[in-house]
């Protein structure tokens, strides 16, 4: 071969190389062109081209376009010329619709997933609902029971009330009809009490023979008025009386000391302002009666003699005094003079006014009607 042929070959070849590089490296290395890349499913298929092909049949042999060959063969310059020995690149795409088919299966199992948790979920919050439901109802009736019985109980409460008030009213209408239909008695016009009376009996001579007796006593009190300004009353008393007295005579000082223990009755008849039993308040009184004084004495003379005696006494007492009246009780002041005469005469007549004399009392009673 002649320098010149191998100076044109070498030529030829050093312009190929420099023409398509992508052809060589492809075919050195069956690498993808610089910037691309396979979608998912896609698959690099490199096709080495034999005498008599062409690049629009290669593309119908595999399904697809000579357009999308040279487009991902940028290498080939020229559709209508390739050269045997060289490799053509093309994507498979079967996979493609099965990655997708299995792409759709997992999002579906997926979305399956998440439906089957989110139905779980509902499920749940529709369980967790109806358990709050039932125990809001649940607390809704024990509410409505607690009130409904607190209602009753009121309502019961209440009709006892009512019925109380009713009960009280006929009760007042009751007394009320009976007090206009009953005349006014005289029992309940003048009330009678009862008192218990404690007195004591103030010093006092009578003449200059007599003791001057002080003591004290007790006695019982029962009073019934007559009408508006008249009243009897009955008094049992029981008293102890001491008392002494100094005479100086030509013989010389006589002692005389004396002791008494006495029941006494008398029946008073008074002048009393009535209050009826609706009213309260001051009731004066004044009043005479007789007296009967039963006495036991114990007389000393001149430290020479002692005797025992037992004295019936007759007399006159007079009293006067003042009621407070409060609903049905009163208190009582009183002051009483009772003057006395003996049954019989003996020697010791200088000492039958021992009981007489002027007592002071206090008065506590309960009245009532008749």
Known sequence: ?????????????????????????????????????????????????????????????????????????????????????????????????????????????????????????????????????????????????EERARLDEEKAAEERRLAEERRRLDEERRRMEEARNKPVSTEEEYPMYIAFRGFAKLPGDINAMDVAPFGYGGGFDWNIQINKWFAFMFSLDGSYLYGNNHTVTDKGQSLTEAESIGFAVKPYFLIQRNISLQDSGIQPYIGVGPSYTLSLQNVIESQTSNCNLIKNHMGVSAVTGFNYVYKDFLFGINLEYNYVLPLSLDEQVIHTDLSSGFTAGIRLGYRFKE
């Open 1 to 145: 071969m002649t320098k010149r042929l191998k100076k044109n070959i070498l030529l030829i070849v050093v312009c190929l190389i420099s023409f398509y590089p992508g052809l060589i490296l492809a075919q050195q290395n069956g690498q993808l062109p610089d910037g691309m890349q396979l979608q998912e499913g896609e698959e690099a298929v490199w096709y080495t081209i034999k005498p008599g092909d062409y690049l629009k049949g290669i593309a119908d042999m595999y399904g697809t376009t000579y357009q999308e060959l040279h487009k991902i063969n940028p290498y080939i310059k020229d559709v209508n010329r390739i050269y045997p020995g060289n490799k053509v690149l093309f994507i498979d795409r079967k996979g493609v619709e099965k990655a997708r088919r299995a792409r759709e299966a997992a999002e579906a199992a997926k979305r399956e997933r998440e439906q089957a948790a989110l139905d779980a979920e509902r499920q749940r919050l529709a369980e967790e609902r109806e358990r709050m439901a039932e125990e809001q109802r649940l607390a809704e009736e024990r509410r409505l029971a």
